[in-house]
């Protein structure tokens, strides 16, 4: 797929991948750690309810400094965790960056978490300060007795020091923690995975250079420009939000737009139009919800000022890069990169033609290659096991506490993703599924994705997982969960003999999908179930629990 008119607005940060990959080494890199300190707007921020704030660079450069000098004199030491527990508000970005110019170990906290889940995290890094406000430490004080290691907290809608105090000015070295270089190996960031149950297995602890990767990155895959206005719709909570939210996007000097509200349809729409958003940064999860919403919702409004759009958090079927294409006039470019590698790894660059439905292509300095189950490189169309040969900037350092599992990631010279893909002869990757959600089938593998693929394709599919369900004649067959289109569904009032006539439909539907299914991909591997449900079960980060489906 080549690319539509809104690339060539601009100069590409990385107009020539191929050799810009064949050349670039990690030592060579020369990035400040810093964002530029001037009247230009950092931050546009609308709250749930309308209201708006907008901040200059020297106002968070300002503030950022105010609350890393209060952390110092509430005793907080370099390596001491400063943990966030707060909905987007101001507060949280500039906080963060304070904390980082500090020396803290930053963590943060989804604000939806219950007490039970903050209080795991909160509990496992031995946090020294809670960042919080007072409606969510509510949350905190019924297990407050129970952490013993957090001494402060901190809340910014009562306590003066965290909202709006600039203290006293330091200078460009001082702004970043003490001793440190760009590409230092000490620990600043600490997130936890929920993994498939939700609950937090493993806190990943990132080095200080994570930001030196997290802002080149945004350069090369973002394409981010001084006066792009960058929207990154993912939670700070999660480590999108928190890598490219705020790290990358301020550390690159753009205006970054941030909406404390739930998703609504129409309200994005009105977001990536009044705001003039030219580089958004999403899920798929959220596009197929807009697609879901109809185009009809779409034209009434004016995405001309949108240049790029990429995707991260789960696979981008081939149908919603060309949905994109057709609706914002430039199509979404997949992203692919982990909590544990800290920074994007495999990509569909701004310069290079996209192939729909693949992760893209490594980013420089990182050597992706797909394995077999003996460890050995194996040649092109060939699925094994994708893994990165170490030694990368943003690469974890550590599992909290938890050192035998961080071995786990480790064999030889390559870490290990989890993840089944395979190179095709151009050298772009292809997502195939997690290992452990492989499906085999009457003795052939198949990969939950590609099937996945092949319902949302389908018009009257907004979303399909598929699981592999125990079959004594097959091992498994193949099993799909469906979220039709509003029109498809019957609502709860019917009446039996139109209910009746619904469920017969929806038997009909369920044939038509089965049909296109094998038109579309393979005659074995169509979904022999299909179960049509109103959601499918997700992580609060927004990726499919095939767990619970099984």
């Not at 070295?173 to 997130?191: R, W």
């Not at 129409?266 to 139009?273: G, P, R, V």
């Amino acid at each position: 797929m080549n690319k539509p008119e809104p690339y060539f607005k601009l100069p590409l940060n990385l107009s020539n991948y191929k050799d810009f990959y064949s050349i670039f080494d990690w030592s060579d890199a020369d990035v400040g750690i810093t964002f530029p300190v001037s009247d230009k707007i950092a931050l546009h921020w609308e709250g749930a309810d309308g209201e708006k704030k907008q901040f200059t660079y020297k106002e968070l450069d300002a503030l950022a400094d105010g609350f890393a000098n209060h952390l110092k004199e509430l005793g907080v030491k370099k390596g001491d965790r400063v943990f966030f527990f707060l909905p987007r508000i101001p507060e949280l970005y500039y906080g963060v960056l304070g904390a980082v110019r500090a020396g803290a170990v930053v963590g943060t906290l989804f604000a939806a978490f219950g007490t039970q889940g903050a209080f795991e995290r909160l509990k496992n890094s031995g946090a020294k300060v809670l960042v919080t406000n007072s409606e969510l430490r509510k949350r905190i004080e019924p297990v407050r007795k129970d952490l013993p290691k957090l001494k402060h907290i901190l809340e910014v809608d009562t306590c003066q020091p965290v909202g709006l105090t600039s203290s006293n000015h330091r200078t460009e070295n001082e702004k970043q923690p003490d001793g440190l270089t760009k590409l230092t190996k000490t620990p600043s960031i600490m997130m936890y995975t929920s993994g498939t149950s939700g609950t937090p297995v493993r806190g990943m602890v990132l080095p200080y250079s994570a930001l030196a990767m997290q802002k080149l990155t945004a350069q090369w895959v973002l394409d981010l420009h001084p006066d792009d206005i960058f929207w990154c719709s993912a939670d700070p909570g999660w480590i999108t939000g928190l890598a490219y939210g705020i790290f990358g996007g301020f550390l690159n000097g753009v205006s970054s737009v941030v909406y404390e509200g739930r998703f609504s349809p129409e309200k994005w729409y009105q977001i990536l139009q009044d705001y003039k958003v030219s580089v958004w940064y999403t899920a798929p999860t959220a596009l197929r919800m807009l697609r879901g919403a109809g185009e009809e919702l779409a034209e009434k409004f004016d995405f001309s000022h949108l240049r790029h759009l990429c995707t991260v958090g789960e696979p981008l079927e081939p149908e919603l890069v060309r949905w994109t294409e057709k609706v914002f006039g430039v199509p979404a470019h997949d992203t692919y990169w982990l909590t544990e590698t800290g920074a994007m790894m495999i990509a569909n660059f701004p310069s290079e033609p996209i192939k729909p439905g693949s992760m893209g292509q490594p980013v420089p300095g990182i050597e992706a290659v797909v394995l077999d189950d003996g460890g050995q490189q194996v040649p092109p169309n060939v699925e094994g096991d994708l893994v990165f040969k170490t030694g990368w900037p943003s690469q974890m350092i550590g599992v909290w506490e938890n050192p035998e599992r961080f071995r786990s990631y480790f064999k030889g010279d390559y870490f290990v993703t989890g993840d089944r893909a395979y190179q095709d002869e151009d050298g772009y990757f292809w997502y195939v599924g997690r290992a452990d959600d492989m499906i085999k089938t009457s003795g052939e593998r198949v990969g939950p994705f590609e099937v996945e693929s092949a319902l949302m394709s389908h018009p009257k599919v907004v979303e399909a997982a598929v699981v592999g369900k125990p079959d004594p004649v097959r091992g498994q067959i193949i099993k799909a969960f469906v979220v039709l289109k509003q029109e498809n569904k019957r609502t709860p009032k019917q009446t039996l003999s139109v209910a009746t006539g619904q469920a017969k439909k929806q038997k009909n539907i369920s044939e038509e999908l089965k049909r296109h299914v094998k038109k579309t991909l393979a005659g074995h591997a169509y979904p022999r179930e299909i179960e049509f449900v109103d959601e499918l079960p997700k992580t609060k980060s927004g990726k499919i629990v095939r767990r619970v489906l099984r």
